[in-house]
């Protein structure tokens, strides 16, 4: 089955403890993406990837690290997390460029 | 302003309505249009991408006026299925095509 793939789904953790929310996908994609969502601001990017090695910023960048070393394989890292990015954060992918967009099923990240 | 924006809603309708939403956007320059679907705690599923010309799917049709900088969804024959989050999707111009804009969406109940 195609799918995007995120985990941990759900997490609680303390300011500064470091995180990784690992996305994978098995549809050969070349575009990923990271988004979180919170009330009442819809979906916000925060990095996306065009191909293997290739990582560019979104609109809400800071306090997030990514990486894509695989083309299925795309991990937000946080190296110190904060209370406000508590939040939901999906990750998507298109076969090419931000176009229809398959999201995994979401990770709910609580930061104490 | 934000970029993009749509009226939050709620819009309750009974089974057998017709609704429309609309989402405008401040780019007039912004190249491609999208509604997804976003059910409750789900991930966003496509809905539609929206064509220069409108473009219909079963009782959905999607509507894009670039002089008035907004684009439409009509939901014809409202079903208790339909119930949901409406997302609106932008793409912003000299991005590459990689970055996505988000309304906050619209939601619509609808009841039997």
């Known amino acids: ?106 990770s709910r990240l609580t930061v104490l | 302003r934000k970029e993009v924006e749509q009226d939050p809603g709620p819009f309750n309708v009974p089974e057998g309505a017709t609704v429309a939403f609309n989402c405008t956007y401040s780019n007039s320059a912004s190249q491609s249009f999208f509604w997804y679907r976003q059910d409750c705690r789900k991930e966003p599923k496509l809905l539609m991408s929206v064509y220069s010309s409108g473009n219909e799917d079963g009782r959905f049709t999607a509507q894009l006026n670039r002089a008035s900088q907004y684009i439409s969804l009509l939901i014809r024959d409202s079903k208790l299925s339909d119930s949901a989050t409406y997302l609106c999707v932008v793409r912003p111009p000299n991005t590459g095509g990689f970055k996505t804009i988000f309304g906050a969406g619209t939601r619509l109940f609808v009841k039997a």
């Open chain 1, 1 to 106: 089955e195609a799918q995007v793939t995120q985990n941990p789904r759900y997490l609680i953790t303390v300011t500064g403890k470091k995180l990784t929310v690992t996305c994978s996908q098995n549809m050969n994609h070349e575009y990923m993406s990271w988004y979180r969502q919170d009330p009442g601001l819809g979906l916000r990017q925060i990095y996306y990837s065009m191909n293997v090695e290739v990582t560019d910023k979104g609109d809400v960048p800071e306090g997030y690290k990514v990486s894509r070393k695989e083309k299925r394989n795309f991990p937000l890292i946080l190296e110190s997390p904060s209370p406000n990015q508590t939040s939901l954060y999906f990750c998507a992918s298109s076969r090419s460029g931000a176009n229809v967009l398959t999201f995994g099923a979401g």
